[in-house]
C-alpha cells in the first residue's frame, strides 16, 4: 500500500506543477501572465484556436487525473489502520 501511497503523491506533485505551466500558456483575455510566456505572440500569428482547443483538452485531462490523484490519496488516508 505505501508504494502505490508514494506513486500517488509524486503524481500529484509533478501534475500541480504541470497543471499550472498549462494554465499559464493559456491565452489571456487582457494582459496577464499568459503573455510573458508567449500568449500575445500567437494572437499574430493565426490559426490558433485548434491549439487552444488542444491545450483546454490537455488541461483537462491534466486536472482530472490530479483531482483522482487527491481524491485517492483521501480515501487511502481515510481507509488505511
Known sequence: ????KIV?????VLGGLFLTL???LHKGKG?????????GV????G???????????FTI???VVWFSCVVALGLIQRFSG
Open 8 to 12: 500517488l503523491e509524486v503524481l500529484l
Open 31 to 39: 494582459g496577464g501572465m499568459s503573455d510573458m510566456f508567449g500568449g
Open 47 to 57: 490559426g490558433s484556436s485548434v491549439a487552444e482547443r488542444n491545450l483546454d483538452r
Open 22 to 24: 498549462l494554465i499559464l
Open 1 to 4: 500500500m505505501t508504494v502505490v
Open 61 to 63: 485531462a491534466v486536472a
Open 42 to 45: 500567437s494572437n499574430t500569428l
